[in-house]
C-alpha cells in the first residue's frame, strides 16, 4: 500500500470510521433505552428518545393520566377539592415528571409543584376556563425562564363553580433515562475515539515507524562498517522501495568492498611475481655479463652464445614490463585501439613467420593450417592481434614438458565468422581450472605453477582484447595431451545500399 493511501486510510480510521461506529451506537442505544422506557412507563407507543422533541415525551407520559383525571372527574368532580385525594394524583404525577394544579373559579386551590410556594408568573400564564372552547388534548407550551407543557382539563363543581385541572410537566428537565442515555452515548464516543487512536497509533508503527526503525539500525552499521546483515522489510509503499534501495546499496557496498579487498591481494601478487620473473633475467643477465668479463667467454662462438642469451633475457624484461604497462590500461580501461580491415590469411601468415623464427631456436615445432580464402577481411587492431597470439604462444611454450614441443596454428571459416585454434603438447589443464585460465593471476599447480615463471595476466589479456573487438574466446584441454585456445572473431562483410 502506498504511503498517500496510508494516510488516506489514517483520515477515514480517525474521522469517518469513529463517525459511524458513533451512529452505529447511538441508533443501538436510543433503540434500547426506548424499549426501556416503554416498558418501565407502560407505553404502547415508540418513543424516540434521541429525536430532540422533549415535548413528545412528556406528552405521552401524561396522556394516560390526562385520561384517568377526565374519567373521574365526570363520576365525582368533588374529589378535585380533597387535598389527601389531590396529592394521591400529584404523587403518580411525579413519577412520570409531573405535577398537579387545580383552579377553581379564579383561585389556586392545590399547587403540587416542588417547595411548596405558588409559582404566581405561571399561574398568570394559565389559560382562562374553557378559553379554547374544548379540552387541550396535547396541552399547551409556555416558554419563558422554564419550559412548561401544559394540559388543561376544564369541569364544573357540583356547586357550578368552573374548575380547571392542569397536569404541568417541566420540559426543560432531563428524564434520568434521557440523561443516562446521554452519559452512556458520551462514554461510547470517548471510547471510541480512543480505540480507533490506538489502532492507528499500532498501525502506523508498524507500517512506518517500524520499517523507518530497522532502516535506522541499519544506517548505523553501515557508519560502523558493518555490512554483514540483511534489511528485510516486506512492504510495497514508498518507504517499502527505500529499504529495498537502501538494501541494493548495501549489496554494492559490499560487492565493493570485497572487490576491493580481492583486488589489494591481486596487486600484491602481482607485485611478487613481478619481482620473481623480473629477478630471474636479470641474474641471468648478471651472470653472463661476468662470465664475458671473467673471461669464460673465449672463443668467438661463445662470446656470441653469451650475448644472444642477454639479448634474449633483456627481451623477456621488456616484453614482462610492457605487459605490466598493458595491465594498467586494463584496469583503468583505457586501452588504446586503432581499428582497420585485415586480410586473414595474409596476417595470420606473417604472425606465424614472426614467432617461427624464435619457436625454431627453442626446438619447438610449429604448424600453421589456413582454410579460410584468400579475400576474407575482419575489422581489428593489428597490433592488439599480435598481441593476443604471442601471448597464447608465450603460455603455450611455458607449458611444454615433452621431448619434442608442437605448436599448430589452424584458421578455419565458420560462416559470419573466422575461427582461431591454438593447440599444443603441454601437460594440459584439469577439467576443475579450465574455465578460470583467463581470470587475472588465476594459477593451477597443474598448469599455471608460479613456478614457470609469468604474472599471471597474459590470458587476461588475451580475453580483454577479444571480448573488445566484439569476439569470444574458450579453451579446451586433456591432461597429459595438450591444451587448445579457441577464438572467433566476425568477418567484414560490405553493405550494398540500393541506388
Not at 414 to 434: P, S, Y
Request: negative net charge.
Amino acid at each position: 500500500m502506498k504511503l498517500k493511501t496510508r494516510l488516506a486510510v489514517a483520515f477515514l480510521t480517525i474521522t469517518i470510521v469513529p463517525l459511524l461506529l458513533f451512529y452505529a451506537a447511538v441508533m443501538a442505544l436510543s433503540s434500547y433505552q426506548a424499549q426501556a422506557f416503554q416498558k418501565e412507563y407502560g407505553l404502547t407507543e415508540r418513543i424516540d428518545l434521541f429525536s430532540g422533541n422533549s415535548l413528545q415525551v412528556f406528552n405521552r407520559l401524561t396522556s394516560r393520566a390526562q385520561q384517568d383525571i377526565r374519567e373521574e372527574i365526570e363520576k365525582s368532580p368533588d374529589l378535585y377539592e380533597d387535598k389527601t385525594y389531590l396529592d394521591q394524583v400529584n404523587a403518580r404525577l411525579k413519577e412520570n415528571y409531573a405535577y398537579l394544579i387545580v383552579r377553581k373559579g379564579d383561585g389556586i386551590i392545590y399547587w403540587g409543584g416542588d417547595g411548596g410556594a405558588v409559582d404566581q408568573n405561571l399561574c398568570r400564564q394559565l389559560l382562562e376556563f374553557n378559553a379554547m372552547g374544548e379540552d387541550l388534548e396535547g396541552g399547551i407550551y409556555l416558554d419563558g425562564e422554564s419550559q412548561h407543557l401544559i394540559k388543561q382539563i376544564d369541569f364544573n363543581f357540583t356547586d357550578d363553580v368552573p374548575g380547571s385541572v392542569f397536569i404541568v410537566s417541566n420540559v426543560g428537565d432531563l428524564i434520568p433515562e434521557v440523561k443516562s442515555m446521554v452519559q452512556e452515548l458520551l462514554l461510547v464516543g470517548i471510547s471510541i475515539l480512543v480505540a480507533a487512536g490506538i489502532l492507528l497509533v499500532i498501525w502506523v508503527y508498524r507500517s512506518i515507524l517500524g520499517p523507518l526503525n530497522k532502516l535506522q539500525e541499519a544506517t548505523k552499521k553501515i557508519r560502523d562498517g558493518n555490512l554483514e546483515f540483511t534489511l528485510d522489510v516486506e512492504a510495497d509503499d514508498e518507504i517499502g522501495q527505500l529499504c529495498s534501495d537502501f538494501e541494493e546499496m548495501r549489496l554494492r557496498l559490499k560487492e565493493n568492498a570485497e572487490e576491493k579487498l580481492q583486488y589489494d591481494k591481486e596487486s600484491k601478487e602481482l607485485i611478487s611475481n613481478i619481482s620473481h620473473d623480473l629477478k630471474t633475467p636479470i641474474t641471468a643477465i648478471k651472470g653472463y655479463v661476468e662470465g664475458i668479463l671473467d673471461g669464460v667467454a673465449s672463443s668467438p662462438e661463445k662470446l656470441d652464445k653469451y650475448i644472444r642469451t642477454i639479448y634474449n633475457k633483456a627481451n623477456d624484461m621488456d616484453r614482462l614490463i610492457d605487459e605490466l604497462t598493458f595491465y594498467s590500461k586494463i584496469d583503468t580501461n583505457r586501452i588504446p585501439y586503432t581499428y582497420s580491415k585485415i586480410n586473414v590469411a595474409q596476417y595470420f601468415r606473417d604472425c606465424v613467420e614472426e614467432v617461427g623464427l624464435d619457436m625454431e631456436a627453442r626446438g619447438i615445432e610449429l604448424g600453421y593450417f589456413n582454410y579460410v580464402d584468400e579475400d576474407v577481411l575482419i575489422i581489428a587492431d593489428a597490433e592488439q592481434m599480435k598481441r593476443v597470439i604471442n601471448n597464447i604462444i608465450s603460455n603455450s611454450v611455458k607449458y611444454l614438458d615433452k621431448k619434442k614441443g608442437i605448436i599448430n596454428i589452424r584458421i578455419k571459416d565458420v560462416g559470419d565468422f573466422i575461427q582461431v585454434e591454438i593447440e599444443d603438447n603441454g601437460k594440459g589443464i584439469a577439467a576443475k581450472d579450465l574455465p578460470n585460465i583467463f581470470d587475472r593471476f588465476y594459477r593451477t599447480d597443474s598448469s599455471r605453477n608460479s613456478s614457470q615463471g609469468g604474472s599471471g595476466i597474459g590470458l587476461s589479456i588475451v580475453r580483454k582484447i577479444i571480448e573488445d573487438h566484439g569476439g569470444r574466446i574458450w579453451a579446451t584441454s586433456k591432461e597429459g595431451i595438450g591444451t587448445e585456445i579457441h577464438f572467433v572473431l566476425r568477418k567484414y562483410q560490405e553493405v550494398i545500399q540500393d541506388e
